[in-house]
């Protein structure tokens, strides 16, 4: 469970200075509405400009934020 919790803390999307995403910390359960994901990412922190469900079969809610330069 830690090694998946690990590796998907965070990751790069786009390239330096891009765009990255991590797991949202307080989305309850499997993620079914990006709408729903989203508002909830940027409820959490101030630094997340968005969010989105991700994944097949299990779709969690992951968050954007600006990858650092």
């Known amino acids: 469970m830690w090694v998946f919790m690990h590796y998907s803390e965070m990751r790069s999307v786009g390239a330096q200075g ?3 995403s991590h797991m949202c910390r307080t989305y309850p359960g ?8 989203d508002g909830i990412c ?6 997340n400009i968005g969010g ?3 994944g097949n079969p299990t779709r ?3 968050c954007q934020t600006p990858c650092p330069s």
Do not use: Q
């Open 52 to 54: 989105a469900c991700e």
């Open 18 to 20: 891009g765009i990255c």
């Open 42 to 47: 940027k409820a959490e922190s101030e630094a």
């Open 30 to 37: 499997w993620c079914i509405h990006d709408h729903s994901c």
């Open 60 to 62: 969690l809610c992951f």
